[in-house]
């Protein structure tokens, strides 16, 4: 599933881990994913789906591939945090990018340098430019690097850090800041980073961290024969009344259609959210937490149901399923007129009854 070499660390330890981008020749240029493989789509009954790869479909076309997340190296950190001195309007520091480093720098699109500024005290070192940037200045070997603060409204902006490895060369390298107001609430620091793009992410985890059909399978029974469904006891009318659990195709986070559905490893519960929606959110503001439990769910924990993902495939207008304890699925819709004869049946009290139409699971012709 994921990659258990030494030195294989996630970005809640603020590192990238080797090997995420190598991704097969070509993969490069697709993208998130728009509709799942017609492969998967299973016979006249359920079964499992086949062991096949997801056919992602480009939905981001444009030449830096749309969002990314940064990650630090703290092996390569060339200016520790810094404070700059009370009275010094200007501060001129050096530092230097030796062949080889200079040469991986240019040669992986996904490296660069990071300049960025922060409050002090904020333990999570989010990118704050004193008084929005107009009190500070920074020059990168005398070329003048643009402040990124982007005004929302007349209230909100967003800070962003510097990406200076194109002002940089081989050797020294100088940088000045010049400040016009006193910046000591700030810390400054300078560091290697590692920027994969949401879709490098996307593909890597679609196409190598998959949980199988049968694993799946095992895993639901598992849950309904030592907690219950939805973690509830297995005693009394809460565990007869929880005989089979309600499970959404619609993702926690936006609301939308789940494209590829996934969880957190440690998860629990059967419900998944859309892996795209996921890493897009945690992009913008880092908290890689599970939408549905709030259990931690970091990049290298996350993995891709193959068993609910050809449930969406085969039923695709269907936004509910009913999962049973022995790992059998029914798409949940609704008649119109079954809900029209119980309200008459009812005296007019509307009563919305689910149709359900089973379908088995079956396992691969060898396990039979």
Known sequence: MFDRRPGFVGPHQGQMYPGMMNLPPGMQQNSLVSQL?????????????????????????????????????????LMPPFKLEHDNPDVVREFCLKTDLYQQLFSKGDMDIQFKCYHFNDKYMNTNWPNHGNDVSVMINNQNVPIPVTHISPNQTSHQPMFIKKYCNPGRNVITIQVRACCCSHLFTLQIVNRPSVRSIFENISKQNLLKSEESAAKIKRNFATKGAGGLGNSGEDAIEQTAITVSLKCPTMQGPIRMPARGRDCKHIQ?????????MNSRKESWSCPVCKKPAPIRGLEVDELIWGIIRERPEVDEVKINPNATWSPVTTSMA????????????????????DYQIRPPADQR
Do not use: W
Request: with cysteine; aromatic share 8%.
């Open 37 to 77: 493989p017609a492969q998967l789509v299973p016979p006249s009954q359920h079964m499992y789906p086949p062991d096949i790869k997801p056919d992602i479909k480009p939905m981001i076309n444009n030449d830096d591939e749309g969002p990314r997340f940064t990650f630090a190296r703290d092996d390569l950190c």
């Open 272 to 280: 998944c959210f859309d892996l795209e929606n996921f890493l897009t």
């Open 338 to 357: 079954e809900i029209k004869k119980e309200q008459d049946d009812t005296m007019g009290l509307p009563i919305k009854r689910c149709r359900t139409d």
